[in-house]
């Protein structure tokens, strides 16, 4: 659990699936009891699931949270993260809130613009795969967050897979390869079910068969230590299946696309980012 030192009770700002991966893995990891999570959730209904399922304490008033709560984290969509922070700003005390964020594309500045001078931030981009404990989670610290806060913070995003800090400068590159990540090889993935039917297998063993291959594959990289590449180059042989498939992704131009894709949504992100800056 967490001690007195740093935090040992929590406000959440939104309910969603991310906030309640986040909320199992305090529970499952000891990290916080119930009692001392507080979440503020608009849907009655979604309050009512979170109090019955994990036993915290939720309402409807997003202020009730940063009264009671020094550890805040703000889990709303980027498109009413403004709203938010207008109903909450003159609730926040730089000298006692360390607020937490896990919205895309909103930069630090956009915090700092619309909440009191000096309070403390960190932006924190984890992904879906929070909902298996299987998330990268990126962390950068605004200007007056402590190094033992950060190290804090990434105490409690560990309890939903691994983390990694980086500066703020790279979080719309990170966004768009590991946010928007698990939609790109989900893509792969069904595409390459489709292709096991399409040769007359049938598809429940289609989706084993490449289920169990991208599982494997991720886990031959870690282990080996070898890269992509390497792994590529095993299981190619001279004129084989292996290198007549390779030939017509590389035809069709499959690793361009998908650094173009993925340079499409890193734009996208900035772009995004932008318009929210301006309201």
């Not at 503020?40 to 202020?63: G, I, W």
Request: hydrophobic share 40%; net charge positive.
């Amino acid at each position: 659990m967490a001690k007195g030192s740093f935090f040992d009770q929590i406000g959440i700002i939104g309910g969603g699936q991310m906030a309640e991966a986040l909320i199992r893995g305090f529970l499952e990891k000891e990290m916080f009891f119930p009692k001392n999570i507080l979440v503020s959730e608009p849907l009655k209904e979604r309050r009512q699931y979170l109090e019955e399922f994990y036993n915290v304490k939720t309402t409807e008033d997003n202020k009730k949270v940063v009264e009671e709560r020094n550890l805040i984290l703000l889990a709303v969509k980027p498109q009413v993260m403004g709203k938010v922070l207008d109903e909450i700003k003159d609730k926040i005390n730089p000298k006692k809130h360390l607020i937490l964020t896990i919205a895309a594309g909103l930069p630090l500045s956009f915090y700092e613009k619309r909440l009191p001078q000096r309070t403390k931030i960190v932006r924190i981009m984890p992904n879906t795969c929070a909902l298996v404990h299987k998330s990268i989670s990126a962390i950068s610290k605004g200007p007056y967050v402590e190094e033992e806060e950060v190290s804090f913070v990434e105490k409690l995003f560990s309890v939903v897979g691994e983390v990694i800090k980086v500066e703020e400068s790279y979080m719309d590159a990170v966004t768009a390869l590991s946010g928007s990540g698990p939609a790109y090889v989900s893509l792969f993935l069904e595409a390459l079910i489709d292709a096991g039917v399409r040769c007359g297998l049938p598809r429940g063993i289609s989706e084993k068969l490449a289920l169990s291959t991208l599982e494997g594959t991720i886990e031959m990289i870690k282990k080996t230590k070898k890269n992509p590449y390497e792994i590529k180059a095993m299981v190619t042989s001279p004129g084989g299946t292996t290198i007549t498939a390779l030939e017509e992704f590389y035809k069709k131009g499959f690793p361009g696309i998908v650094i173009k894709a993925v340079k499409k949504a890193y734009e996208r992100g900035k772009e995004l980012s932008q318009l929210l800056e301006e309201k």
